[in-house]
């Protein structure tokens, strides 16, 4: 059908590398084996699959969650624990409405997944950052910023974090800050939101056991099919102590419209029961192994010395921190009328920040235009300081 409205979010521009979007690449979405997925659940499932489904999700995907992520993890959920969900943008969105009321105060580490951010907006919540390193969430800055808005009277919902592999810096909280906030947040009643959508894309070793694991009571975690499987199947889960799930279980989103995408939910149990979703990450990973080494390879050739940045060890990006003067808003449209784009620092970090940092993704191109796109990076990188010394 012929329409200029459009069908998908991705908007690749002719000319152009993308190195904004962070979205995987259409060639690697397994689009033959999810249509023989989909037709086994309607051909099995029949009515089943049609039909409004169970509030928490589909109990056969629950229970194929829980083995899958006891297999991953070491450790088994309990059905209990576990809730279905939209992806990582519906369960935070849910949260926010069941945990929060408008004027509360979420804090968000800082920079972090910006879009998050706007969800948090929208349910009128106010944006407090804490900043993170090379390696992670800063637990002293934690510590200092919780008591004092506690003093002043304000109700904190939760802490928003990506402990591992975050977006957009590729960093991952530390093996000792991981205990330290996991104590921390005990003792201070504190709820904390891990979002967790990049633990199996690591490149170079394991990812470290998810910061739920040591703070059960305390940490609500977001899992996704968006990033190992396909970002249109618009689902995920949640894993929290069994008295949050059944609060998310009670809503009334829920009781009316049943479990979300449970025509989906019945397709990507009949994925995981033909057992091809660890093959399958194995795939991604050697890919996107690639090109993160390609995109790092381009940015030592091509970026100016004084550029800097850390090798992301697993996820979709990395984290570019430009010289003294730059501003990466600021040089966007130079840089895309040269070829190459990026998402600028600011986006990622709440009231203030990173005005010289800028993220690129590597999941979207092959290796050849990542190259292309670092080295129209560093072109425009070099003709910008020649103006500044000039200037
Ligand atoms: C850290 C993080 N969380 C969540 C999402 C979105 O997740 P979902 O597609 O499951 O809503 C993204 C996508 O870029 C992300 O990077």
């Not at 979010?9 to 689009?31: F, V, Y």
């Not at 706007?118 to 944006?127: A, S």
């Not at 009316?256 to 057992?275: I, Q």
């Not at 970026?303 to 940045?309: A, E, S």
Request: some cysteine; charged content about 20%; overall charge neutral.
């Amino acid at each position: 059908l012929q329409t200029i409205l459009p069908d998908i979010q991705l908007n690749l521009r002719r000319g152009i590398a993308e190195l904004g979007w962070g979205h995987p690449d259409p060639a690697l979405l397994p689009a033959a084996d999810l249509a023989r997925a989909a037709e086994l659940a309607i051909r099995r499932d029949g009515w089943r699959a049609l039909a409004y489904g169970a509030e928490q999700g589909p109990g056969p995907l629950i229970e194929l969650l829980r083995v899958w992520l006891g297999q991953r993890e070491g450790a088994l959920p309990a059905a209990e624990q576990i809730l279905v969900t939209g992806g990582v943008s519906q369960a935070l969105d849910l949260l926010c409405t069941l945990l929060a009321r408008p004027g509360d105060v979420v804090l968000v580490e800082s920079p972090v997944y910006h879009l998050a951010l706007r969800i948090f907006g929208d349910h009128g919540l106010e944006l407090v950052p804490t900043p993170a390193d090379a390696e992670g969430l800063r637990m002293d800055a934690l510590a200092d910023i919780l008591p004092r808005l506690r003093a002043a009277g304000r109700q904190v919902c939760f802490l928003y974090t990506v402990p591992t592999f975050c977006n957009p810096t590729g960093a991952s909280l530390a093996s000792g800050r991981r205990s330290e906030l996991a104590r921390f947040a005990l003792e201070h009643d504190l709820v904390v939101v891990e979002d967790d959508v990049y633990r199996d894309l690591w490149y170079d070793a394991p990812a470290l056991p998810p910061l739920q694991s040591l703070a059960p009571a305390a940490v609500i975690r977001l899992g996704s099919f968006s990033k190992i499987l396909a970002p249109g199947l618009r689902l995920g889960w949640l894993v929290a102590k069994p008295e949050i799930v059944q609060r998310c279980i009670g809503c009334g989103m829920l009781d009316s419209g049943g479990g979300v995408n449970h025509f989906t939910a019945h397709v990507v149990a009949a994925y995981l029961e033909m057992g091809l979703l660890a093959g399958h990450i194995d795939r991604l990973r050697a890919s996107y192994r690639g090109r993160r080494d390609a995109l790092l390879a381009g940015l030592a050739q091509y970026l100016p010395g004084d550029c800097r940045w850390q090798r992301p060890a697993g996820g979709f990006f990395a984290w570019i921190e430009l010289p003294e003067g730059h501003d990466s808003a600021r040089l966007l449209p130079a840089a895309e009328a040269a070829g190459v784009s990026y998402v600028p620092g600011t986006r990622f970090c709440a009231r203030y920040g990173g005005e010289r940092h800028l993220r690129l993704a590597f999941s979207l191109l092959s290796e050849g235009e990542l190259a292309t796109g670092a080295k129209r990076l560093g072109a425009v990188l070099a003709y910008s300081r020649l103006q500044k010394t000039e200037g």
